[in-house]
């Protein structure tokens, strides 16, 4: 039987061999900070703790979320940024390397996306581009079908979140996917939290699409282990001496179990709370919990 987790919050003596115990803190990030977080985060750094902040966010470029960060009060470096939209071109870049010229990618998703694959040097089609952002026309349903609208150099179909999704995107991705075109996705996150309440994740634009096909994404956010493989090749760190911090059990804590980092922190001020991981047959099971992330200040 899997033991339940630790509970930090007002116990110093745990507080501090936590804190010893690891040298990295994988930290997810949100839309806000919760008060003390600055501060602990600050603490952490002071006694040598290394922090990498790690978003399944598409939406963003690593750029972007600094400057977020620094309007957060957070001091940051784009280095210690790893987002899924990052994750994804590297993936595409450096492991894929699908041949030129059938190595496009269609971009269900946003203009993070096309920042990172631009990074990397990935040409795309799609995304933000106006040219995809508005209702199909009967012409459309014309060339579709007879080919003329398809670009054949597309090899990899990338979905993410996708603020602007519409039936003409879908159209064309699925016919890519039906064409043999790689099928990736950001990550498969059902939702997401923003302004306390919670929005349809970059799940809700690869689910249609598994309908469709039938075929199912590999996913570059959390929890994935071909995005801990990449932070660990860009960081090269001691899994052993690292410990994962989020506060969503399904990719946080899992992310951090199935990378067998040394430890996991669930923190409860997002999506998941103790009923999770205390009901029976409780799949993801947290090593310490603290009741907010300032709790770690004792």
Same mark, same amino acid.
């Given at each position: ?34 008060? *003390? ?6 603490? /952490? @750094? =002071?006694? &040598?703790?290394?922090? $990498?902040?790690? !978003? ?52 269900? *998703? ?6 990172? /694959? @631009? =990074?990397? &040097?990935?040409?795309? $089609?799609?995304? !933000? ?170």
């Amino acid at each position: 039987m899997t033991s339940l987790p630790k509970h930090l919050t007002g116990d110093q003596a745990s507080i501090d061999e936590f804190i010893d115990k690891f040298d990295v803190r994988v930290l997810w990030s949100g839309d806000h900070t919760f008060p *003390g977080t600055v501060e602990t985060l600050e603490l /952490l @750094r =002071s006694k &040598g703790k290394k922090t $990498i902040f790690v !978003t399944n966010n598409s939406t963003k470029s690593r750029p972007e979320y600094q400057k977020k960060f620094t309007s957060l009060g957070i001091p940051s470096h784009v280095d210690e940024i790893f987002g899924s939209a990052y994750s994804s071109a590297i993936y595409i870049s450096r492991i894929m390397k699908l041949p030129a010229p059938k190595n496009k990618v269609f971009v269900l *998703g946003e203009a993070g996306i096309e920042a990172e /694959l @631009r =990074s990397e &040097g990935v040409e795309f $089609i799609g995304g !933000t581009d106006p040219a995809y952002r508005r209702d199909i026309t009967p012409a459309d349903y014309k060339n579709i079908a007879d080919g003329s609208m398809l670009d054949d150099n597309i090899g990899i179909v990338l979905a993410g979140l996708d603020l602007h999704i519409n039936y003409l995107k879908f159209s064309l991705a699925y016919q890519y996917l039906q064409r043999g075109a790689k099928f990736l996705a950001t990550n498969t996150d059902s939702t997401f939290p923003s302004h306390h309440a919670f929005f349809p994740g970059a799940g809700s634009i690869s689910i249609p699409l598994v309908n469709m096909t039938g075929q199912h994404p590999i996913a570059l956010g959390k929890p994935s282990q071909a995005m801990m493989d990449s932070i660990e090749g860009k960081f090269q760190f001691d899994r052993k001496k690292t410990c994962m911090v989020g506060d969503r059990l399904d990719t946080d804590i899992r992310f951090g179990i199935e990378g067998k980092l040394g430890g996991t922190l669930a923190v409860l001020t997002g999506v998941s709370k103790k009923e999770h991981w205390e009901a029976e047959g409780a799949e993801v099971i947290p090593a310490y919990y603290v009741d907010k992330l300032s709790d770690l200040m004792g």
